[in-house]
């Protein structure tokens, strides 16, 4: 079991309609020296890839986002909810469905942040049906830039959007997979990696 599936085990909540709660140490409340170590992780992952930028979506993959471009020395940038439907024509856009909150954003990146130059790692803190990652990747593409791997702090196995993504060939990583989880037991079960 690596660090990640352990304190997920410690202090992860399994909440009713598939979520799983991780606020004490990842997405509210965040433990820096945990978010070091997922930077590390990926960054060793990714070693083989020229990553010039890493990609993430507001707000919760800020934080990891942040981390994993450290490690690699590059800038980081979010896609940010639009605020307004008068969006102007220099920036890059994707509709995304949020899982957790069951709307729909449009999410967006500047045009002058994302270039055909660039090798782009995408990160997120988790992955349930593949919305964030679909918005991500398009709007990557939109740029001309190469969706070089994706990084994934908790993937939830058992929802369709890992299995979606490694079909579309990309390169996908996630530190932890969920296979099942239970909130009238508490109990979270992972798939193992090698
Ligand atoms: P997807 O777009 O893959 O369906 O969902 C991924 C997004 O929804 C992530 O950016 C994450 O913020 C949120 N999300 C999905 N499932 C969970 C979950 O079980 N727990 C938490 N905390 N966030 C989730």
Do not use: W
Request: negative net charge.
């Amino acid at each position: 079991m690596n660090f990640l599936e352990e304190r997920i085990l410690k202090d992860g909540i399994v909440k009713e309609g598939n979520v799983l709660k991780v606020d004490s140490f990842l997405n509210h409340q965040m433990d820096v020296a945990l978010l070091d170590e997922i930077g590390k992780e990926f960054h060793r992952r990714f070693a083989d890839k020229q990553i010039t930028k890493v990609l993430t979506i507001e707000a919760s993959g800020i934080a990891i986002a942040y981390a994993v471009a450290r490690c690699f020395g590059v800038p980081m940038v979010f896609a940010k909810k639009a605020k307004s439907i008068n969006i102007d024509g220099d920036v890059y856009t994707a509709e995304v469905e949020s899982f957790t909150h069951k709307n729909k954003n449009m999410v967006l990146v500047s045009k002058r942040f994302l270039s055909a130059e660039d090798k782009v790692l995408i990160v997120d803190d988790f992955l349930a049906n593949g919305c964030a990652l679909q918005g991500l990747i398009s709007i990557t593409e939109a740029a001309g830039a190469s969706v070089e791997g994706i990084g994934i702090a908790v993937e939830k196995g058992f929802q369709y959007g890992g299995r979606s993504i490694r079909n579309l060939g990309y390169h996908l990583e996630s530190l932890a997979i969920v296979e099942s989880m239970d909130p009238k037991n508490k109990t979270v079960v992972f798939r193992e990696q090698v």
